[in-house]
């Protein structure tokens, strides 16, 4: 199988980094359609004030990424003449215009306003149902031709994005670790590169440098080298990382967990930090990894008891369901390199319970 590793063309990140957006649009055309979370309009006015070399085209968008809101987005778009999409905000929106600028076979530039996960820099759209079901993930042609991300911006948000960003991005070492172990693809057709490992190894180690720092940096908004460093983990490196070396069992346990209706409260990266700490359940891990990595979750307040995500760990009937849904046939949960069944997966979990139980995590 070959090696391959896909990349965002360009990345830029920093404090006041909108300042630049004006000539950064500028290497791709002289319009821009600009698909814009109506949360953060407020951002708009000033940026439409600065757009000298391009002209900005905009449109509220509240649906989540869906077939019938990407056909009226690239609608939208295909009558405005832009010649590239621009997407400002978080997740869905994101996902709309990635998917539109694909159909329509423009450059694609994503500015998100939070970094609650490490989507930005992919190549992957979420699709879901008009019921807000995911019903599938869509990779588009290429990965963004540009990134930007304002820190002054993403610091200003609710913490809590953050933080489960850094829980989304605590899983890339690990999952992209048993990827290569198990000599497993990758999310782009091949297997991990030494640059895609290498990757999300930094991101690991970043955030066991600068988290915590960086976690109370975002709550008082400033922003610090601390911050800027884990912001890039979260949003760059495990970008790079989850994508080139590949996704196994954290993620898996997350899609199980997304089952159980309490859980829809709460955010990607929160799930997905429970599924990391039960995959270090899954095989013999020395004691000193899993309290570095439950330490750390406890630290910044991500859940490390599945009681934080509002399960009862006695609930059978719940850990059964979770375990099924992540072992299914053809799931990532395949990727470790060793066979997983559904009875280890509740035994994972229910032994993650009690460490973070017995060690007051």
Known sequence: M????????????????????????????????????????????????????????????????????????AAWIRGTGAQMVMSLGGGKVVDTGRAAADDLRLPFVCV???????????????????????IRDRFVRRNPDLVLVDSQIVVSAPVRFFIAGI????????????????????????????????????????????????????????????????????VLLSGIGFESGGVAAAHAIHHGLAELPQTHAFLHGEKVAIGVLASLFLSTVPDSERR??????????????L????????DAEALALVAERACRSGEIIHNEPYPVTPAMVVAALTAMNRYALRNNF
């Open 292 to 305: 570095e990595v439950f330490q750390l979750c406890s630290d910044i307040d991500l859940p490390t008891r």
């Open 167 to 234: 829980g989304d991005a605590l899983s890339t070492w690990y999952e992209a670790r048993a990827c290569q172990r198990a000599q497993a693809s990758n999310l782009c057709g091949g297997r991990a590169t030494a640059f895609a490992m290498e990757a999300a190894k930094l991101c690991r180690d970043t955030l066991f440098a600068h988290a915590v720092q960086a976690v109370d940096d975002c709550r008082a908004n400033i922003v610090t080298p601390d911050f800027d460093a884990a912001l890039e983990a979260t």
């Open 307 to 314: 009681a934080d995500l509002d399960i009862d760990v006695d």
């Open 2 to 73: 070959l090696r391959t590793s896909v990349f965002p063309s360009r990345y830029v990140q920093g404090a006041g980094a909108l300042l630049a957006l004006d000539d950064e649009l500028a290497r791709f055309g002289s319009s821009a359609a600009c698909l814009v979370d109506a949360n953060v309009k407020a951002i708009l006015e000033p940026l439409f004030a600065r757009a000298h070399h391009v002209k900005l085209h905009a449109r509220n968008v509240h649906a989540a990424c869906t077939e019938r809101s990407i056909a009226e987005a």
């Open 112 to 134: 998100p306003t939070i970094a609650a996960s490490d989507a930005p820099c992919s190549a992957l759209s979420v699709i879901y149902d008009e019921e807000g079901r995911v």
